[in-house]
């Protein structure tokens, strides 16, 4: 099989692998790559911590005996099509330049890497039978500076109530914090929380909205009621 395309079906399965989805036989094959593959380890880390997260920040509940068996079918089905169809599958087609401007300066964020077919439908599932009512909402963060090639942080938001995920981040210099903030439309970012970690969770101290940004800024003493450096880290809920 060719390479390139071998490792992108790896790449698909990594979600499903971090949920515990695939048969054993696959999740052997996953494992002998991820000690091969630097790219695909660091995303496994990603999605584990954001994985285990999930569960944990609703009710749980089971789901029908057959899910399991029903959702290996489907992904095995969407699997077989694109090896069917070779390296061209699931190519993106080319689209008209977006005229949508953001208050993001340019630069400051980097493009993420995005899920595959069985991975967006291993979350998705995630999501509806974890619990009832709407399920949280995990949206990647990006992450711009020096120190930060290997970190991985996504927002998790239940309710309007959000917590930051991170994992591998560099511990603020002496006398500084990491300070949370989150910004509402064109409005000024709040102050939402301080902390000093290189990976788990941190409760967002404000109440987060669709649209609403969060952002992570390096700030003097125990934090500020204004940023003063620019963020490194930005997600967009």
């Not at 089905?77 to 169809?85: G, M, S, T, V």
Request: hydrophobic share 40%.
């Amino acid at each position: 099989m060719n390479p390139e395309l071998e490792h992108r079906q790896y790449a698909e399965s990594l979600a499903a692998y971090a949920l515990g989805a695939l048969p054993d036989e696959e999740s052997a094959r996953m494992r002998h790559h991820l000690g091969e593959c630097r790219e695909c380890r660091a995303e496994f880390e990603w999605l584990r911590v954001s994985a285990d997260a999930l569960p944990a920040s609703v009710t749980q509940v089971d789901p029908p005996p057959a899910l399991r068996e029903r959702i290996m079918d489907i992904v095995e089905a969407e699997a077989a099509l694109l090896r069917a169809a070779g390296e061209v599958a699931d190519r993106p087609q080319s689209k008209r330049p977006s005229t949508r401007r953001s208050w993001v300066p340019a630069g400051w964020l980097r493009p993420g890497l995005a899920l595959g077919a069985a991975g967006v439908l291993a979350l998705g599932l995630v999501l509806a039978f974890t619990g009832g009512g709407p399920g949280p909402q995990t949206t990647r963060a990006q992450l711009v500076g020096p120190g930060l090639a290997a970190a991985r942080a996504s927002v998790v938001v239940r309710n309007g109530r959000a917590q930051l995920v991170v994992t591998g981040l560099p511990s603020p210099g002496p006398g500084h914090v990491d300070e949370l903030w989150v910004r509402r439309g064109r409005g000024p970012a709040q102050p939402a929380g301080t902390f000093v970690l290189r990976s788990g969770t941190v409760d967002v101290e404000r109440r987060v909205a669709r649209g609403d940004m969060v952002m992570v800024t390096v700030e003097p003493g125990m934090g500020t009621s204004a940023p003063t450096h620019r963020p490194f880290l930005v997600a967009r809920v």
